[in-house]
T-cell receptor
Framework: GQQVMQIPQYQHVQEGEDFTTYCNSSTTLSNIQWYKQRPGGHPVFLIQ?????EVKKQKRLTFQFGEAKKNSSLHITATQTTDVGTYFC????????FGQGTTLQVKP | DTAVSQTPKYLVTQMGNDKSIKCEQN?????MYWYKQDSKKFLKIMFSYNNKELIINETVPNRFSPKSPDKAHLNLHINSLELGDSAVYFCASSQVVGSGGARDIQYFGAGTRLSVL
């Protein structure tokens, strides 16, 4: 069946270091969404990418959608303790399929 | 006003009991969902309803029965609770499903943390 794989599952970084999570789909996606879940909270929508090769930025966060629309990445520059949480990608191919999530821990 | 609200927030119960979780959205969305999140944070879709009609049922045991009295409400009833049902259950809503556009954005409730003892 359709799958969206996300790596790594966990990442521990020192505050100020960069962080990247990757998402790969077994099929071509129509678009991809990213969500953030703070510890003890619920997933909150961050952004949606639609076009092949699209790059979008939100302050220190950079989101990319691959040329083949089968992979995506989220890069955080100079992490802060407020970045802690689990980041999920969600691919859309007729229905929404969530990746397994990457849990980010930031040491102050 | 909370956009997607679910109750209760915490549920602690004994094995074998029956329990219900309620969800309501005031966003005017047509589609509602139930997700189960396990201890490893994996978010697994269980059910999806569009305008009170079941459209996704992801091989969930038939002890779980969703009910949508109207498009703003989606409740989840669980019979004969088992230890493995312990998880956080999230309700979510979106305008449509599979449109490939902004109307697919999911809005989640705060979650119900279910502990089965």
């Amino acid at each position: 069946g359709q799958q969206v794989m996300q790596i790594p599952q966990y990442q521990h970084v020192q505050e100020g270091e960069d962080f990247t999570t990757y998402c790969n789909s077994s099929t071509t996606l129509s678009n991809i969404q990213w969500y953030k879940q703070r510890p003890g909270g619920h997933p909150v929508f961050l952004i949606q990418l639609v076009k092949s090769g699209e790059v979008k930025k939100q302050k220190r966060l950079t989101f990319q959608f691959g040329e083949a629309k089968k992979n995506s990445s989220l890069h955080i520059t100079a992490t802060q303790t407020t970045d802690v949480g689990t980041y999920f990608c969600a691919g859309i191919t007729g229905k929404l399929i969530f990746g397994q999530g990457t849990t980010l821990q930031v040491k102050p | 006003d909370t956009a997607v609200s679910q109750t209760p927030k915490y549920l602690v119960t004994q094995m074998g009991n029956d329990k219900s979780i309620k969800c309501e959205q005031n966003l005017g969305h047509d589609t509602m969902y139930w997700y189960k999140q396990d201890s490893k944070k994996f978010l697994k879709i269980m059910f999806s309803y569009n305008n009170k009609e079941l459209i996704i049922n992801e091989t969930v045991p038939n002890r779980f029965s969703p009910k949508s009295p109207d498009k703003a409400h989606l409740n989840l009833h669980i019979n004969s609770l088992e230890l493995g049902d312990s998880a956080v259950y999230f309700c979510a809503s979106s305008q449509v499903v599979g449109s490939g556009g902004a109307r697919d954005i999911q809005y989640f409730g705060a979650g119900t943390r279910l502990s089965v003892l």
